[in-house]
Each structure stands twice: as C-alpha cells, then as structure tokens.
C-alpha cells in the first residue's frame, strides 16, 4: 500500500494529464480553461503530496521508485515550473491561436517524465522517464502548426534527440554487459578491474553524450538555439528549466556514485573539465553576437549549463540544487517578460524591439531588469548566490583555474544582458510596434512570483539551504 | 540602520507616482539628510581611543562564516561621513537640471548611497563583496540614463573594467576562504579572523595580485585608468561628484581594508611596483590633465593624479603618511566633488564642457567665481584649506620612506597648480568671448546653499585638522602595528589541524597546499 501511496504525487500528474485528454476528445468546451485550471490542481496537489513524504523517505520496487528528499525537491521543483508555464500559455495561446487541450495534456505528461527520472536510481527507468518526457517535448515544441520555424524546431529536436536516446541505449548496454543491475548504488560496489575496463569507460562516455544533449552541453549543443527559438516561448521556458533540471540530477547521481569509488576517475574528471570549460565559452561568445533575445536567452541557458557542469565536477550537489532552483526563478521570468511582449500572433523579440520598453512599460522592463541582473549574477539576487555556491565549493575542492575561466566567461556575460537593458533604457527610437494591451493578470502573477523568488533566494536562502543539505545528507551518503 | 535607511528610501520611492517630481525630490533630499544626521551621531558616540570597529551589529544570515557584520573603525568613520555628507549635496545639485524621469534619478542615488556605505562599513569579506557589487548597478543606470552623448559606452567600460577586477577577487576570496577552512576547520568571513591568518608568500602573492588589481582598477591606479575620464565626462553632475568623491575611495578603502592587512608579505613584495606606478599616476594625469580641452575631463584626471599621491602614501606605511591618506581622501572628495559641482552649474547654463566656450565668466558670476577660486586652491593644496593639510602629511610620510620619489610626488602641486590655475584663468578671467556667457545668472540660493558646506568643511580641514586626524590615531597605529608584527611571521598562525585531504587535480592550488601542509607540520614538530 505504501508503495502506492508513495506513487501519489506522480500518479496524479499522469491521472490528470489522461483526464484532459479525454476531454479534449470528448468534451464540448471551446474555453480551455477547464484544462488549464485541472492541470494547475493537479500540480499543486502533487505538490503537497509529495512534501508530505518530507519525513518518511523510502525505496520500493527494489532501487526503481524511490521518494528520497532530494526527489521531493526536485517533484517540487518540476511542478513549480509546470504550474508557472501553465500560466504563461493560456494568455500565449489564445493570442496565438493553437489553443488546443493536449498541450496541456502533454506538458503534464512531460512533467511525469521529469518526476520519474528524479525519483529513480535504476538507470532503466530514469531512460524511461527520459523518453516519456522526450516524445511529450517533440510534439510541444511544434505546437505551433502553422509556424515553419515551430515545426523545423520539432523535427530537429525529434531527430537529435532520438540520436541521443540511442547512444543512452548504447551506453546502458555497455554497462549491463559488466554488472547484472543497472541500478546506480550497485555499480558503486563493482570491482576495480571492471570499472577501469574499456567498456565501461565508454558506457559512462556513452551516457555523457546522450544526457549531455539534454542538458545541452556544447558540443551537444547544436538543436538548443534553434529549438528554443522555433518553440512557443512558454514551452521554451520549459525545456530551459525541467529538463535541465532533470539531466542535471541524473548525471550528477551518475558521477557521484562513480567517484566515490575506488577506481581512478581522473580521465572522466578531465573529460567533464573540459566539457564545462567548452560550455561556458562557447555558450557566452556566441551569445555575444545575438540579435534575437530568445535566441540570445537559449546561448545563456548553454552558458549556465557550463557554470552547472562545474558543480558535476566538485560534487558540490547542494549548489547543484540550489542553482536550479535559481534558474527556474530568473530564467521563467525572463521568459514571461518574453511572452509579456507578444501580441496577436506576432513576437517580438529582437533586440530593436526591446528599445524604449523602458518608457513604455517601466514594470515589465524593470522586472526583466532583474531577471537579466540575476542571469548576470549580480547580488542581492537569486543569480549571484548560486553562482558563488558552486564556484567556492569547487575552489574548495582545488579547481581553481576552472573558476578563473567561469568568472572571466561570466564577465562576458554581462555584457550582453547590459545590451538588453541598454535597449530597454537607453535607446530612445521607439520600433514601429504595434500597441499592447495591458499584461494579463496571469502574467504578471507570473512575473511577481518569479522576481520574488529570486529575491527570496537572493537574500535569505538559508532556510532552503539547510533543507537542501538535510536532503543530499539523508539521500547521497 | 544607517546603511539601509537610503535603501528604504529607495524603497518608498517605487510608490510615489513619475509625476509627482517634487515629492521624488523632497522626500530622497530628506532620506539623505536623515542618514546625514545619523551619521552624525555616529561620529559623537565614537570613541577614539578605541582602535576596534565600534558600533557594531552582527547576525547571522546564511551560516557557514557568512554573517551581517558591521561596524565602524578609525579608518572608516571619515569615509562614512563624507559619503553621508555628499549625498544631500549631489541630490540638490540635480534639483532642476535632472527633468526626465526624476523618480528613478533619485531612487537609484539612494540605492547606490546603501551599497556605498554598506561596502565603508561592512566587516564581514562576503558583505563587503555583496556590496562592492551591488553599488555597480545603480551607478550603471546613472551613468547610462542621464549620461552625455557617450554615455552608453562609458557605462559599459565603467561596469565591465570594474567587474573584471571584483570577479577575480571572488576567485582569490574562494581561496582564502578555503584555506582558512583548512587552517582552522572554522568557515568564516570575518575580517578579524581572515586577518589572523598568514599565508606563505606564494600564495599570498596571486592573492594580493587579484585583490590589487580589483581595487587598483576601481582607485583608479595608472594603467587601469582609463574608464574613469570616460564615466565622468558623460556622467551626471551628481554621478560625477559621487564618482570622483566617495567611488574611488572605495578602492583605497580597499587596500586599506583588505589587500595590505590581509597579505603583508605579498604587500612587502610590491611596495616598491605600486609606489612607481602611484608615482607615474601623479605626474601622467597632471601632464594629461594640462592638455585638456574638456574641463570636466581636466578634473577627470587630476583626480587620476591626486589619487596616485593618496595611493604613494598608503604605500609608505608610515603613521603621518596613512593619516595623511586618509584625510586626503576626504578632501580629494570635497574639493574635486566641489570642482564637479562648479562644472556642472557651468554647464546647466553654457551646455558646454569645452574651456574654449567659456572666457570672462567671473564678470557675470562673481558669487560662482569666488567659490571656485576656494575649491580650486582647495584643490592645489594652499595652506590654510584643507587639500595642504594632507598633502603635507601624505609627503612627509613619503619622504620618510623614499626621499626621491617624495622628489616627485612633490610635483603634483605643482603641476596641479598649473592646470587648474590655468583652467580658471581661461574660464572665468579674461574677456567675454562668447555672447551667451552675458546672459549667465549668478548662483541661485539653491546653489549656494549645497557650495557653501562644502567650503566651509575646506576651511575647517585647512585649519583645524586635529579634529579629524585625532579620530583614526589608534585605528591607524593598531592597523601599522598588525602588519609589522605579521610581515614578520612566516607561518600559519592559526592553531594548525592535522593535513587536510586534497581532491584536486588542477595545476597551482596543489603545490601550494603540501608546502602549506608542511609548514603546519612544520609547526607541530616544533611545538
């Protein structure tokens, strides 16, 4: 029963995501708000589901579900995104015309993957997660039929991706050919010999690429700026947040069990050294060159993957946690301003556009103010903390030279956040846009809720902190 | 309290509507009045004979050694005040001149008043970051909103140059925090335990390297100057005046702070570098200062060259030369944020920076030309104003150290004297060239009324300094006397723990550890 109950928080998602299903099909409703409103309730109450498995951690189904805290964290974490998103498409969808249920439908179902992937150390079912949220992503990123870059986005995510998937599977095989279980804790037990063979090494390569894709490390990174372009942009603040998040987690469990043991590691340790470093530069010098502020935004999530990368290498999985939760604040935001600036059908999300917003719409360019200081990881906010997490731990831990490279390739980064904010104030040409109505309340929740958060996170995180801390000691030993 | 009060001000200021311009101005002139008088305070509970920071407040705030932690010492309470002082001063000086988007104008003077003083006051390494970072971004806006033409550019230079200084810092901050978790077991940021603590000289030097360069950048020393001319030609009048008065001495502050008593071996190592670049400092920017056309760019870099003479002082670690820095600093603040002052009435009426638009000024503004002739002597240290009292300090203690750089250092004054004299000569004397300087008006009340404190308090300086120094005696001699005793050790002070394990693998850090490891055995053995 226990294990049943344990499923809750998941089941739920997946429950309500079939219900909205069949009501699409069978309903009479023009207005989707139902969905939308159905999809919210389920999140929220897994939420509190799952918080009340605070206390009482277990495992079931021998190593393939488990309800750890640092699951909780991370459900929590997805569900928070997913309610977030959910908010910015309905007003995004009804201007732009795909209002359509199994959006919802498949965004809860992509949610569902995330959950399973948190909550599992069999590397199995964390694949299983990973595909469920991978077909659910395919279809949401060409949700807009009509728009040749939204179904470009979805086809070249659909064949990278599957690409992906594969050197997974590749990797998986590669290691069950040394170990009967592909359970993560029991991989930690195996002998010397076995780690250091050939072909584990490159089942653990294996898997680096394929998550690495996910989690868009450079050079993995090729579909990310189209993708997030050709996207609707609340989907795209999706995919920068959840499974991000989500192929972090996995692969710092990976690593962390991997390094724990007795083995020489040191050629895995120069290879995520050097995928970091690739990351964090490439991401921030080809965001230099951006026009396109979504565009520009998918090159700073490629950057921040680099900056995240760092935490893999020190193990450091408190500003692991901590960061993404930073990231869903400051990177949401930044998105909802995004969506804030569309209109009828139309984007506008080149640089040009943006000039005068300060004159305009002094809030909403105030808020992405903030957002982009925080991406920029300037203090009080959200940004520099996490920020300053990983980069003392991994100092701590000797990696030095790493940091002197992040923090000179966050210094680029400034500058091309400041040029947002430049436009939004400075310039005084006001484009040729279209007259905006006022933000919907949904929105500006939105936006509220994430310019708190990243205050909250920025000022007084210890709270968090220690929670987080409670859950990596109980959780990863 | 005194900290936050401008950021609740701040604060207030987001509810009052952008119409109501009055209402912005009054209520961020009374925060800053406020603030003032609590400062004042401040300076009356002070008590001089204590050389630790007094007054001070300390919570906990994100645990592992990250407190709120501040206070005021001797070497602080000088810097607080001016920067309590000025900030009432740069608010009336933009009352007109500042039209478009006045609410946000004075929001964002509050908000940097709180990250200045945060970063004079802070004793705890993480706050004084948090701070130093903080103060970038309203003086990012400032710059960049009601900045001249080029404003863009300068502010992007401006944030940019002094990032890439305060990012490496952070690094060398990581560093130093680990190593004092690895010396003791302990994570802290507090000044006063950091300071306890003695790193072999390896270390010390990329730290000190990093540090020097963040504050070096920031005070500005000589090659890393260059952003300044630029944000101060196209700042604000009241973003030129905070500029020029309390910003760079932030950078001083840091040295003093930080990069001298935390490294004093690293500091005994580069002395001799940074007194020859001060050296060079003073006469480049009194030599750039002479050719240039522009008056707010001549005052730009007589700043360059009066902070090389409080950064050759700094350096010579004497007790009349600190003192002497110290108060210089002040009066670089009150004479050059005067002297920004006076360009930026000029250019209120004129809309010209250049020297060659302006000729026989002081026919029409004789009130104007009084008070700059005060601030410019003021400036070139004449005996009786405030500028000679620290010059004299500031070269007296040179002199105890390095006869012949005080040789130069000397030149200051008189180069000093020749641009400004010059300036004046060619903007207020002579005869009227241009027919619109006919239709200048005086100075209005307003404007009299935030000159005249500032003249006043160059008078009092000039004439009875003791006031002031007598505050930072103790401070000044503990500060000498911490870093004398430490340039002496050699060792980790700090009670040693058995070796710590590395797991690292980058190059640098690991040979530095097993010598350090080998000096806390060393340590044990002996003991």
Known sequence: MNQLASLAPLLLVLLASLIILLLEAFGRWTQRSWHATIAVAALIGSIFLALNWWEKSATYFSGAYMMDKVAIIFMVLFSLAGILVILLSFPYMVDHGFNRGEFFSLLLLAITGLMIMASSEDLVVIFLGLETLSVASYVLAGMKKQDEKSSEAAIKYFLLGSLASAFIILGLAFFSAQNQSLNLRQLTSLATDKLESPLFLAGLCLLLVGFGFKVSLVPFHMWTPDVYQGAPTPITAFFSVGPKAAGFLVLFRLFYSIMKMEADVSSIQTIIWILSVLTMVVGNLIALRQRNVKRLLAYSSIAHAGYLTIALLSRDGQGLTFYLLAYLFMNVGAFAVLVALSAKGQEFHELEDFNGLGERRPWLAAAMSVFLLSLAGFPPTAGFLAKFYVFSTAVKQGFTSLIIIAVLASLVSVYYYLRVIVHMYMIKEAPALPAIKAEPPLLLIVIFFCLYGVFQLGLFPARLISLIRQALTTSLP | ?527
Not at chain 2, 143 to 165: E, S
Not at chain 2, 255 to 261: C, D, K, Q, T, V
């Open chain 2, 1 to 527: 309290m005194i900290t936050f009060l401008p950021l609740a001000g701040a604060v207030l200021l987001i509810f009052i509507p952008g119409e109501r311009k009055e209402w912005s101005r009054l209520i961020a002139l009374l925060v800053s009045l406020i603030t003032f008088g609590l400062s004042l305070i401040l300076l009356v509970n002070f008590d001089a004979s204590q050389a630790e920071p007094q007054l001070v407040e300390k919570a906990t705030w994100l645990g592992y050694g990250i407190n709120y932690h501040v206070g005021v010492d001797g070497l602080s309470l000088l810097l607080v005040l001016l920067t309590t002082f000025l900030f009432p001063i740069a608010i009336l000086s933009g009352w007109r001149y500042i039209d478009q988007r006045v609410k946000e104008y004075h929001l964002f003077l509050l908000f940097l008043e709180t990250g200045i003083l945060g970063v004079f006051v802070a004793l705890n390494l993480f706050l004084f970051y948090v701070f130093w970072e903080v103060m970038l971004i309203p003086m990012y806006f400032l710059i960049g909103l009601w900045g001249g033409p080029r404003r863009i550019y300068a502010t992007i230079k401006f944030v940019l140059f002094t990032m890439l200084g305060s990012l490496l810092m952070l690094v060398a901050i990581f560093v130093l925090y680990s190593f004092y978790y690895r010396a003791t077991g302990v994570y802290s940021f507090e000044f006063s335990d950091l300071t306890k603590m003695v790193l072999l000289p390896k270390v010390q030097t990329w730290l000190f390297l990093a540090f020097a360069l963040a504050f070096a950048i920031k005070v500005p020393m000589f090659p890393f100057h260059t952003w300044l001319p630029d944000a101060h030609v196209e700042a604000p009048t009241a973003g030129s005046v905070i500029l020029a008065a309390v910003l760079l001495k932030m950078g001083v502050y840091g040295f003093l702070r930080l990069a001298m008593p935390l490294f004093p071996q690293a500091l005994a190592k580069f002395t001799p570098w940074l007194m020859v670049l001060s050296l060079i400092g003073i006469i480049y920017g009194g030599l750039m200062a002479l050719i240039q056309k522009d008056v707010k760019s001549l005052v730009a870099y007589s700043s360059v060259s009066h902070m090389g003479l409080i950064m050759l002082a700094l350096f010579s670690l004497n007790p009349e030369a600190i003192q002497g820095s110290i108060i210089q600093m002040v009066n670089h603040g009150l004479s050059t944020g005067a002297l920004f002052l006076i360009v930026g009435i000029l250019y209120e009426r004129a809309h010209t920076r250049l020297i060659k638009d302006y000729g026989g000024v002081s026919r029409q503004m004789p009130v104007l030309a009084a008070f700059f002739l005060v601030c410019m002597l003021s400036s070139l240290g004449l005996p009786g104003l405030n500028g000679f009292v620290g010059e004299i300090l500031c070269l007296f203690g040179v002199f105890q150290v390095n006869k012949i750089m005080a040789y130069f250092a000397v030149s200051t004054v008189i180069l000093a004297a020749g641009y400004l004299l010059w300036m004046y000569q060619r903007v207020m004397h002579g005869p009227i060239v241009h027919d619109y300087v006919r239709s200048f008006r005086d100075l209005n009340k307003r404007e009299i009324i935030y000159l005249a404190p500032v003249v006043l308090m160059m008078f009092w300086i000039g004439i009875y300094p003791n006031f002031f120094l007598r505050k930072m005696d103790t401070s000044v001699n503990l500060f000498l006397k911490k870093i004398q005793e430490r340039q002496k050790y050699f060792v980790l002070q700090s009670p040693p723990q058995p070796p710590v394990t590395v797991i690292t693998e980058s190059a640098g850090i690991d040979d530095d550890l097993i010598l350090n490891k080998q000096s806390n055995e060393m340590l044990i053995s002996r003991e």
